[in-house]
């Protein structure tokens, strides 16, 4: 079993910026690809960005490309999100999101094998 584990979120001004974690325990070995989701209130849930654990690819949602960055350290079993230049329209619940070898790219909810808990992300004046 994998569990991932996120941090980071909170309360942001227009135009900051917050970096989330997400610490995976247990079998990591079997991840292919860690991601993360968002969901906003009435609004489906979205694809942020997803990166291939043992070769660093990079995928991005388009809303968030030139302003988020997700990277790896693969020693500390930890994946990161850099979020830039916020958004009112950025806040939602992020998940952290993985996938094993064989699935699908991680960009669906239904390519999803392990989710996070959430954090929350408020970018308010």
């Known amino acids: 079993q994998v569990q991932l584990v996120e941090s980071g979120g909170g309360l942001v001004q227009p135009g900051g910026s917050l970096r989330l974690s997400c610490a995976a325990n247990?079998?990591?070995?079997?991840?292919?690809?860690v991601g993360w989701f968002r969901q906003a209130p009435g609004k489906e849930r979205e694809f942020v960005a997803a990166i291939v654990s043992n070769i660093g690819t990079t995928y991005y949602g388009d809303s968030m490309k030139g302003r988020f960055t997700i990277s790896r350290d693969n020693a500390k079993n930890t994946v990161y999100l850099q979020m830039n230049s916020l958004e009112p329209e950025d806040t939602a619940v992020y998940y952290c999101?993985?996938?094993?070898?064989?699935?699908?790219?991680?960009?669906?909810?239904?390519?999803?094998?392990?989710w996070g808990q959430g954090t929350q992300v408020t970018v308010s004046s």
């Open positions: 247990g079998r990591t070995l079997s991840l292919y690809m």
């Open positions: 999101a993985a996938n094993q070898a064989g699935w699908p790219t991680l960009k669906n909810p239904r390519a999803v094998a392990y």
